[in-house]
């Protein structure tokens, strides 16, 4: 039996969809265990072959006792793939006190770009995995960076870390017109510091103010007009309030991308971020800050910028829009293809679970 122990499973997180992409590629009976909360909706997006439980761990001493609950389930012979800091801990004691009798695979969805910037309990995970380093059978990064700044860390080593990438089902493309007066922006993420909205909004103020047409379009939990800290940016910036959509968490967010010629991420730190894959693949232009695998996914050197440097990532856009809206076409027309062939779920899902073969 194959369990796959998650720190979270009620945000529709980076590493949450990931794993319901995953469980869609096999057949096997499976289980997911949350070690905190289940949502009903991320329920929904799993087959029926895989059973789904939570241990609603609230506190240090809850998320202890998980220890002994997944000990409980598990039997010689079993894998568990983990998911995040939280869950990777857990699991690694999960294995100790079943005295090594089970396969385990530690999964890392994080870069360390901006460790200062970490919670205090995430920082604590991260010296706890380094502790532990020497108990799961491989780490899994979805991102090379990570994957570079782990080892370094000392989180893991070069012999038992493993890059796979994340793996995504493509719909059709439909056609962006890429019309410059009229060019439609967009970005996604949860409103925190580790998405540096303000950077996105002061890069792409002075091109809504010359292009008075042009739109942006913004989506993300907490990213709603009764936020007063995002509303204060966008006032700042001068931006015209006419000109920004705000539409919260996304459920559809095909539709979401499909409406969207130039897609931004502003963010400080990320793993393989998973909305700029997307919308690549959605036919989006697409520009990011220097983080995690973004460079990877972009495969476009001159749409990629320093973080938090929100002048250059002005003049990469202008540069672009500059452009005549044909070759604009074909730029964004490459990245689709590049996302398309390199990080499609059915060739992510062979490589992931070859390794408990």
Known sequence: MDYHVI?????????????CRLLFQINEPCKVISLMGCSDELKSRLP???????LNATNALSMLFTVVKISSQVNKGDQIYSWMYHANVIAALVKLLLFCKVRLFWGV???????????????MAIWAGRLLRNIPDKVIYCSNRAKKQHEKFGYSNKINSVYIPNGYFFPPVIEKSF??????FGTAG?????????????????????????KLKMCGKG?????????EMLERAGINKHQVDLYGQVTDMSEFYNHVDLF???????????VLAEAAAHGCAVFSTDVGDASVIVNNSTHIVPVADSIALTQVIENYLSLPSEQRKVIAFATTQHVRSQFSISHIAEQFFALGR
Do not use: C, W
């Open 7 to 19: 720190t979270n499973f009620e945000g529709k997180g980076g590493a949450e969809l990931m794993l």
């Open 48 to 54: 029926n072959h895989v059973e789904v439980i939570a």
């Open 109 to 123: 969805r994080h870069s360390l770009d901006d460790y200062d910037g970490e919670k205090r309990s995430t920082k």
């Open 223 to 231: 990213v709603t007009e009764d936020n007063s800290q995002l509303i």
């Open 264 to 274: 931004i991420l502003s963010s400080k730190t990320e793993g393989f971020p998973n």
């Open 190 to 214: 949860r409103f925190h510091d580790a998405k540096d909205y303000e950077t996105l909004i002061n890069a792409i103020a002075p091109i809504l103010y010359d292009k008075p047409e042009a």
């Open 179 to 184: 019309y410059s007066n009229t060019i439609v």
